[in-house]
């Protein structure tokens, strides 16, 4: 139990163009789910909370219009990269917390690169 | 600003030993905390998570936690090459003026040599 699903996996695209990610839980609903991102060995950094049905809440120094974020229903959550540029080049990974709990269940990441 | 502090390693035992890794987080209220593995270029998938002072024992992993010190630790024994990893602590911050999130530690590098 507890699977969190994420699409696509890995990414290639040109500067300027942006990218959707889906982020998933399969076998239980996700009142809020959490957007990473990390960087070559480096720690991983919230980027956003996302409630479902309402606004993201973004970490400082993230810029929301940038990184739009969409929770849709209690099952998906999605980022879109808008104007993506060789900088926005990372793993990206999101989570999923249990209604009414604790944990916290990682999606499998989705690689980004940007050209 | 809440913190969580681990020591980033790497931390190298021989198979078959006993791992210990440790971390200390500064937020006094603190209820849930959390023990994760990072497979590099992978994701954290989730090992244990203790909510009371003590020790939770699943498997080969022990978490131990003592609140009173803000000190929570993971024990693997008979430690195996494939437990070589990134094991990341994290602690649910208190939910005045937060989301309940998790605050992670930067990891401690783990490496077990056959």
């Known amino acids: 139990g507890a699977v969190v699903s994420q699409h696509p996996s890995r990414v290639i695209c040109k500067s300027g163009t942006s990218v959707k990610i889906e982020c998933r839980s399969l076998d239980f609903q996700a009142t809020t789910m959490f957007w990473y991102r990390q960087f070559p060995k480096q720690s991983l950094m919230l980027m956003a909370t996302s409630n479902e049905g309402s606004k993201a809440t973004y970490e400082q120094g993230v810029e929301k219009d940038k990184f739009l974020i969409n929770h849709a229903s209690l099952t998906l959550s999605t980022l879109t990269v808008t104007s993506a540029h060789p900088e926005d080049s990372s793993f990206y990974i999101c989570s999923a917390r249990t209604t009414g709990g604790d944990t916290q269940y990682f999606g499998p990441g989705t690689r980004l690169t940007v050209l | ?114």
């Not at chain 2, 210990?20 to 990072?38: E, I």
């Not at chain 2, 009371?52 to 630790?73: C, H, I, M, P, W």
């Not at chain 2, 430690?79 to 989301?99: E, F, H, I, N, R």
């Open chain 2, 1 to 114: 600003q809440k913190e969580v502090e681990q020591n980033s390693g790497p931390l190298s035992v021989p198979e078959g030993a006993i791992a210990s890794l440790n971390c200390t987080y500064s937020d006094r209220g603190s209820q849930s905390f959390f023990w994760y593995r990072q497979y590099s270029g992978k994701s954290p998938e989730l090992i244990m998570f203790i909510y009371s002072n003590g020790d939770k024992e699943d498997g080969r992993f022990t978490a131990q936690l003592n609140k009173a010190s803000q000190y929570v630790s993971l024990l693997i024994r008979d430690s195996q090459p494939s437990d070589s990893a990134t094991y990341l602590c994290a602690v649910k911050v208190s939910p005045v003026g937060s989301q309940g999130n998790l605050i992670f530690g930067k990891g401690t590098k783990l490496s077990v040599k056959p």
